[in-house]
C-alpha cells in the first residue's frame, strides 16, 4: 500500500476485555515499531521488531501487552485484561530497516477507550 | 537520562505571522535530531533531520536549527498558514540506537 495502515481507527472497550489492534507497514519495510500517545504526551516506545530478529520489547509496560509480527510485515499488538490507564493512541511506524535513526513512517493510529 | 524537553508547550499567533518552537535535549552520544508535525488524529511526519555537523536545515517555510555545543535546537515557521496548526515534535536519536527519544510537543494554534 502507498503507507502504513492501521485498524481499527478507535475501540472502545471495557475493563478486563483484551484488545487486538493491527498495523499493516509499507510494502518492503523491514523496521515496524510500537508506540504509545496519552493525551497531551510525547511518543512512548513500545516495540521494534527488525527483520527476523528477536523484537526489542523493552518498551513494553506489562506483561499484558504482547506483540507479533506474522511473515515480516502485519503486525498485532495485544492488550490482555485492558485497564482504564491504557486508554492511548497506539501508533505504528515502519521505515525501509536499513540502519538506526532513518525516517518513520506512521500510520494514522488506533484510538483506544477503556471504559 | 536521555531526555528532550521543548517550549513552548503551546502557542497561538495570527495567519501570516512568523514563530519559532525551542528544543532542549541531553541525549547521548547524539546520531542525529528530528521535528516530526502530528497533524490531530493523524500520525507525525518527518520535516527535517539533522545530524552532528550540520547547524541548519530548511523545508519550504521551515526552516531547523541545531547547535550540537548547547544541545539546542529550533524549528521557525515562517509567514504561518492556517494549515500549520498541529503539534511539532522534536524527536533525537542516539549513535547506533533505533530507539528515539520523542519530545512531549508544541501544540501551535494559527489563527486567522
Known amino acids: 500500500g502507498a503507507g502504513v495502515s492501521q485498524s481499527p481507527s478507535n475501540k472502545v472497550t471495557e475493563k478486563g476485555k483484551d484488545v487486538e489492534l493491527r498495523c499493516d507497514p509499507i510494502?518492503?519495510?523491514?523496521?515496524l515499531y510500537w508506540y504509545r500517545q496519552s493525551l497531551g504526551q510525547g511518543l512512548e516506545f513500545l516495540i521494534y521488531?527488525?527483520?527476523?530478529?528477536?523484537?526489542?520489547k523493552s518498551g513494553l509496560p506489562s506483561d499484558r501487552f504482547s506483540a507479533e509480527r506474522t511473515g515480516g510485515s502485519v503486525s498485532t499488538l495485544t492488550i490482555q485484561r485492558t485497564q482504564q490507564e491504557d486508554s492511548a493512541v497506539y501508533l505504528c511506524?515502519?521505515?525501509?530497516?536499513?540502519?538506526?535513526?532513518?525516517?518513520?513512517?506512521f500510520g494514522p493510529g488506533t484510538r483506544l477507550l477503556v471504559l | 537520562k536521555n531526555q528532550v524537553e521543548q517550549s513552548p508547550q503551546s502557542l497561538i499567533i495570527l495567519e501570516g505571522k512568523n514563530c519559532t518552537l525551542q528544543?532542549?535535549?541531553?541525549?547521548?552520544?547524539?546520531?542525529?535530531l528530528r521535528w516530526y508535525k502530528q497533524d490531530t488524529g493523524r500520525g507525525p511526519v518527518s520535516l527535517t533531520i539533522?545530524?552532528?555537523s550540520e547547524n541548519t536545515k530548511s523545508n519550504g517555510r521551515y526552516t531547523a536549527t541545531l547547535d550540537a555545543d548547547t544541545k539546542q535546537s529550533s524549528l521557525h515557521i515562517t509567514a504561518s498558514q492556517l494549515s500549520d496548526s498541529a503539534s511539532y515534535i522534536c524527536?533525537?536519536?542516539?549513535?547506533?540506537?533505533?530507539?528515539?527519544?520523542w519530545g512531549a510537543g508544541t501544540k501551535l494554534i494559527i489563527k486567522p
Open positions: 511506524a515502519s521505515s525501509p530497516g536499513r540502519g538506526g535513526g532513518e525516517t518513520q513512517y
Open positions: 510494502s518492503g519495510h523491514t523496521a
Open positions: 521488531f527488525q527483520g527476523n530478529s528477536a523484537p526489542d
Open positions: 528544543c532542549n535535549y541531553t541525549v547521548s552520544p547524539f546520531s542525529n
Open positions: 539533522m545530524t552532528f
Open positions: 524527536v533525537v536519536s542516539a549513535y547506533s540506537n533505533y530507539q528515539l527519544i
